[in-house]
């Protein structure tokens, strides 16, 4: 009779799988919601039971062996097929209950996913909530996401998707510096203002300002004596009057509603219409999926 794997190697595999994808213990960790002792126990055991190592593992990187390597993808398969009985077992059930996994921006889920949750369990109150905010991109297969909101263009891919409300990249500045500096008529008298900025931390470029004249879109970078690598800080900066600043109306909106910010250049505004929800094909019937997004899409 062959031995069957038990609980202890399962969960190794979890934390092996999870830690070669992301190529930390403490990226396992922080994904799985454990610390990073207990990955790396986990692996050990795991080790133990297979007989051979599966990372070499240096004070800096984490690799694989030849024997990791090959065993890698044979257990993110098992563990997608385990994802795909989970899902199967979730959308069995009418009413939408369990966790939602939602991954996104600092901005989208500050402005867009935040008030989104509060409404959405006063009807759902089975349904937990787990919002993970970062820049980078996720894999959602392997982090188990359930659903992921991304601004920009997105990459042909097998995921499912839906545009969200466009949104409009603006120019602000508070009605104190407009006050002591003058408030600019066309983007060409930017040159005479002082102007913050943003650097995008996963490229380290500056952000281009794009306006729209006579009928085109054209790119300004401006000469700004503030960067800051956080959209919400060039929001704060300039509502604390230093100057000039772009951001997307979404997140400009509460400032302005509360007079903490004026828009200018409206005229020459330019909308965008690249925020998009995206999930996997097997959270296809999964409710709390479906519910969250139809919430989404109805507050948006």
Same mark, same amino acid.
């Given at each position: 009779m062959k031995e069957q794997i038990g609980f202890e190697s399962l969960t190794g595999?979890?934390?092996? @799988?999870?830690?070669? /994808?992301?190529?930390?213990?403490?990226?396992?960790?922080?994904?799985?919601? *454990? $610390?990073?002792?207990?990955?790396s126990k986990s692996i050990q055991? =795991?080790?133990? #039971?297979?007989?051979?190592s599966l990372f070499t593992r240096t004070t800096r990187s984490l690799t694989f062996t030849a024997e990791g390597r090959e065993l890698h993808e044979r257990v993110l398969q098992l563990l997608r097929h385990a994802e795909e009985i989970e899902q199967v077992a979730k959308s069995a059930r009418s009413e939408p209950a369990g966790t939602l996994r939602i991954a996104t921006s600092l901005p989208i889920g500050l402005h867009m996913i935040a008030p989104v949750i509060t409404a959405f369990r006063k009807l759902h109150p089975k349904v937990m909530i787990d919002l993970r905010l970062s820049d980078?991109? *996720?894999?959602? *297969?392997?982090? /188990?996401?359930?659903? @992921? *909101?991304?601004?920009?263009? =997105?990459?042909?891919?097998?995921?499912?998707? #839906?545009?969200? $409300?466009?949104?409009?990249?603006c120019c602000y500045a508070s009605p104190d510096y407009l006050a002591r500096c003058g408030t600019p008529r066309h983007p060409d008298e930017l040159v005479g203002h002082e102007t913050v900025n943003l650097r995008y931390q996963n490229t380290g470029q500056v952000f281009r300002w794009p306006f729209r004249m006579a009928g085109k879109e054209i790119e300004i970078l401006p000469s700004s004596p503030i960067v800051v690598d956080a959209s919400e800080v060039v929001i704060a900066t300039i509502a604390a009057g230093a100057g000039i600043g772009m951001a997307a109306s979404f997140m400009a909106a509460p400032w302005v509603k509360r007079q903490e910010l004026i828009p200018i250049l409206s005229d020459f505004a330019v909308d965008r219409h690249n925020i998009t929800a995206i999930w996997p094909e097997s959270r296809r019937t999964n409710p709390a999926v479906r519910a969250f997004l139809d919430r989404l899409i109805e507050l948006l």
């Open positions: 595999l979890i934390a092996f @799988a999870r830690a070669g /994808s992301l190529g930390s213990y403490t990226a396992a960790a922080r994904s799985l919601s *454990v $610390s990073p002792s207990a990955i055991r =795991l080790e133990r #039971h297979f007989g051979f980078h991109i *996720v894999d959602l *297969v392997e982090e /188990s996401i359930d659903l @992921a *909101v991304r601004i920009g263009d =997105l990459p042909d891919s097998s995921l499912l998707s #839906h545009r969200l $409300s466009p949104y409009r990249l």
